[in-house]
T-cell receptor, first 115, second 113 residues
């Protein structure tokens, strides 16, 4: 299957700082990328959907000014957690797909810890 | 709002037992349906998917799922589980006309030898 790479896999940052997570589709062009947040022993909560070259669509309750998503090319999307707080500590997962009727491929996730 | 419900949070089976994991969704229109598996320490992988056609879908590793439109269900089945099937299983729905993929809460399956 297609490969989606997420970087970094783990990051620790200080409260108040910003951290950027990258999601790359390595061997295909992703028209759509999704960003999820996974709480311990919980499911993946969809944060936002981004299409290349356009603004991301955020789910209800997700602060778009806090979680900045950029999908500048067909192989790269970034999630920036701005002014991070300890409650932002979580596992963030991206996925990418081509079109709406194909499967989504998942990255390995990023464990963010805000101290 | 669209939602996906997985009825079983934890399932414990012995090897060779049969498996059925329930998944129901709330959306009245056309849907694309998926089951993903997450083995310990690994990322999500697709088990099977349904877009249209035969409602009985066969996936990898002997898994299958049946789409029952009238029940808004897409249950996952396997006739005989193995220890290596120990993992977390997620049902996901892509509501037609919406460019998103919504996940259920997941079912953690433990298979004992």
């Amino acid at each position: 299957g297609a490969v989606v790479s997420q970087h970094p896999s783990r990051v620790i940052c200080k409260s108040g700082t910003s951290v950027k997570i990258e999601c790359r589709s390595l061997d295909f062009q992703a028209t759509t990328m999704f960003w999820y947040r996974q709480f311990p022993k919980k499911s993946l909560m969809l944060m936002a959907t981004s299409n290349e070259g356009s603004k991301a669509t955020y789910e209800q309750g997700v602060e778009k000014d806090k979680f900045l998503i950029n999908h500048a090319s067909l192989t790269l999307s970034t999630l920036t957690v701005t002014s991070a707080h300890p409650e932002d500590s979580s596992f963030y997962i991206c996925s990418a797909r081509v079109g709406q009727t194909t499967e989504a491929f998942f990255g390995q996730g990023t464990r963010l810890t805000v101290v | 709002a669209q939602s996906v419900s997985q009825h079983n949070h934890h399932v414990i089976l012995s090897e060779a037992a049969s498996l059925e994991l329930g998944c129901n969704y709330s959306y009245g229109g056309t849907v694309n349906l998926f089951w993903y598996v997450q083995y310990p320490g690994q990322h999500l992988q697709l088990l099977l998917k349904y877009f249209s056609g035969d409602p009985l879908v066969k996936g990898i590793k002997g898994f299958e799922a049946e789409f029952i439109k009238s029940k808004f269900s897409f249950n996952l089945r396997k006739p005989s589980v193995q220890w290596s099937d120990t993992a977390e299983y997620f049902c996901a729905v892509g509501p037609g006309g919406y460019n998103k993929l919504i996940f259920g809460a997941g079912t953690r399956l433990a298979v004992h030898p």
